[in-house]
């Protein structure tokens, strides 16, 4: 998942340089450009509030971190990721979470990305994710993000460079379950399935996307649903994706993949999934349970 595109714009605080939304165009980021800026939050628990502050510098940002549970500020250096990054920080939404964003502007540019949480056995701020990958270029057909989630282990503090350690991808696939579990419990009351829908973030569909299985698919076909269903198509678009790839038979995540590609203004994407979708259901025998928004918008 690169600069948070605009399906965060709704949960974020933004406070951008002009000069950087010029550059980004219509793809809505919620960031903080790391400009002169201040950032606070209960990043170390309830009512503790820490602070950010951001400069900009010739090589990247530097940054200065109030913890309320030491007393004392922290100072990080954070050098550009690349020579096209255009530096960035901001809040994950509902979490107690950043990120620093280096990713290239360009369409189809480079993600880089990396997560932090404050972790109290460290008494500081450690990278959590890597995500990578390639930002949405229509003009190729690429209409949303591709993004490559890594959970990185121990405690890398801003402004590391690496080596990371990584978690294994066993280790990765049995914390997927685990979400995927809390998924079917959180599925049989209406508020706590909100309250999931609520809990994942972007990075956390898109590693979703790396480990759909025959086991899984049903569950993740349903939490892209919810997510279509919230207003975050933009976020289950590749999850259903990687679905539909890997199971087409799967008739109904079509239909999903066409509703959240309609959502996000791509008709006529949408409208050819439609038109699958309908064929398919016909083929089945199964017209009469064809929604009508499919024959109106299908090809």
Do not use: H
């Amino acid at each position: 998942m690169g600069i948070e595109l605009r399906r965060n714009l709704n949960y974020l605080e933004v406070i951008v340089s002009a000069l950087f939304i010029a550059a980004l165009g219509f793809f809505l980021p919620a960031m903080v450009c790391a400009a002169q800026v201040n950032l606070s939050g209960e990043f170390e628990g309830d009512k503790i509030i820490g602070r950010f502050s951001f400069q900009d510098t010739s090589k990247g940002i530097s940054v200065e971190y109030y913890s309320p549970s030491l007393g004392k500020i922290i100072f990080y250096s954070v050098e550009k990721f690349d020579e096209c990054s255009s530096m960035a920080i901001y809040r994950i939404p509902r979490t107690r979470k950043i990120a620093i964003d280096g990713s290239c502007l360009s369409q189809g540019g480079q993600v880089y990305r990396y997560v932090y949480e404050w972790r109290g056995e460290y008494s500081n701020w450690c990278v959590i994710r890597e995500i990578t990958g390639g930002r949405a270029d229509v003009a190729s057909g690429k209409f949303v993000p591709l993004e490559r989630v890594s959970r990185i282990t121990g405690c890398s503090t801003i402004g590391s460079m690496g080596p990371y350690s990584y978690e294994s991808s066993a280790d990765a696939s049995r914390e997927i379950e685990r979400s995927i579990m809390e998924f079917r419990l959180a599925s049989r009351n209406k508020e706590d399935l909100n309250q999931y829908i609520l809990s994942i973030t972007s990075y956390d569909v898109s590693e979703f996307s790396e480990y759909v299985s025959f086991e899984r698919v049903g569950s993740l076909n349903d939490i892209a649903y919810f997510l279509v269903e919230s207003g975050r198509s933009d976020d289950a678009i590749p999850l259903l994706n990687s679905v539909v790839q890997k199971f087409p038979r799967r008739i109904v995540a079509k239909l999903n993949l066409a509703d959240a590609y309609w959502n996000i203004g791509f008709g006529d994407r949408a409208s050819i999934l439609y038109g699958q979708y309908y064929r398919e259901m016909v083929s089945g025998k199964l017209k009469a349970m064809v929604p009508k928004r499919v024959v109106d918008r299908m090809k």
